[in-house]
């Protein structure tokens, strides 16, 4: 089997004896894919997702967790302040919209947590994008 462009973060092990060599146990990934039960998911998925909402601001922040065998998307989002000055029913309204949005058209549910205006730390990268609560295996 060839691995190629497969955007896997790993590194070829010293040759031996075997014709092939052999590659070590993949660490990561080079790009922002996460893979969430099974389904591949980019961060610009959501991002167009809460984009489509007026009532959302752009800033939010992943967290995905592993309570027990299954991994758990959390999608952390701040609110306009349209939102953020109207009923609480309002805010439920928007967070249930985008889970079904998530859920539509990414395949996975995730569980949605408004954040007042200015909320969440400003950043550019997968480094504060994402945050990934998965056990080390």
Sequence with gaps: MVRYRTRDLTRLLPPTARSMRRIEKITGRSDDMLIIRGVNLFPTQVEELILKQPELAPYYTLEVTRPGNLDELTVHVEMG?????????????????????????????????????????????????????????
């Design 81 to 137: 302040s349209t939102l953020a000055n109207g009923s609480q029913e309002s805010r439920r309204a928007a967070g249930r919209k985008l889970e079904q949005s998530i859920k539509a058209y990414i395949g996975i549910s995730a569980a949605v947590a408004l954040a007042p205006p200015m909320g969440l730390e400003r950043s550019i990268g997968k480094a504060k994008r994402i945050i990934d609560r998965r056990p080390k295996q």
